[in-house]
């Protein structure tokens, strides 16, 4: 059996083109071309292997997700990649990172709910990464259902800020990625309220560490929560816990596009869908369902492929044994 390329005899039988299959597959010869170049590119780069993953320890997993992040940005710069690019090359680096949750949710959300005056403000930033970002809206609490959530946003007309604050342990921002060790910043979602009514849940950017130094801001208790299931997978993530103590930030760091709060107090509703407010959390939720296709096609190709490679039983005359497939 040495030297039996079995692969190569399956793929003959094909009654189809494998070729224009691709294509097919990748949606249009663009992204595969695009595919194909990003992948060579990635698998061709040492920094970004990951043969010893099953062997490391989580925070051994965290920090060395943490190099190839580092490794993917020098790249990504050197090669002056588009943003298309860029993208695929996080995939193809295949291992969940703080940079999802930046690129993913926090530049989307303040790309589709804040003002042009936000966009110039904060997007530089954030494309620079000057800032890193996260989104702040699961609560140990409330999940899914948003309209439950706790945090609030009250406004202070007396010194034109919102108090963000943790009335109680569920309100607890729990889960997000990027949270725990690495973000700088969030979006965060909390209960506006205004002149005591509750005009129900809006995004606010909220500054978490400093800078300088990466400490925790006064009123900002955040922190890893710690190991999750399964050694690979989410470990290399540093999902966290975020509670706000009467934490104040000025009134236009509200994302404004959809709803405003005057410099009054008053609350006004532009003619933009309310719905816009839950926009990200939609889009990402088509991508978590776009990425579970993703890795079930590569279950379903390792298990074709090892089905036709696999022998066993059958052998006759010191022959080859049978093909599994």
Known sequence: MGGVDF??????KAEFDVNEMKIVWA???????????????????PAFGKDNRPMLSRKELFKNTLRKTAHAWKRINELRLSEEEASKLRFYVDEPAFTDLH???????????GTDEQHQKWLPLAYKMQIIGCYAQTELGHGSNVQGL?????????TDEFVVHSPTLTSSKWWPGGLGKVSTHAVVYARLITDGKDHGVHGFIVQLRSLDDHSPLPGIIVGDIGMK?????????????LRFDHVR???????????QVTREGKYMQSNVPRQLVYGTMVYVRQVIVSDASNALSRAVCIATRYSCVRRQFGSQNGGAETQVC
């Open 249 to 259: 930030i000025p009134r236009n760091q509200m994302l404004m596009r959809v709803s």
């Open 7 to 12: 692969l190569a005899d399956e793929r003959n």
């Open 103 to 113: 690129w993913g949710m926090f530049v989307p959300a303040i790309k589709g709910q």
């Open 150 to 158: 706790e945090t609030t946003a009250t406004f202070d007309p007396q």
């Open 27 to 45: 949606g249009s010869r663009h992204v595969f071309e695009l595919s194909d170049r990003i992948s060579r590119l990635v698998a061709s780069d």
């Open 229 to 241: 299931f399964g050694n690979g997978g989410y470990n290399t993530m540093d999902n966290g816990v």
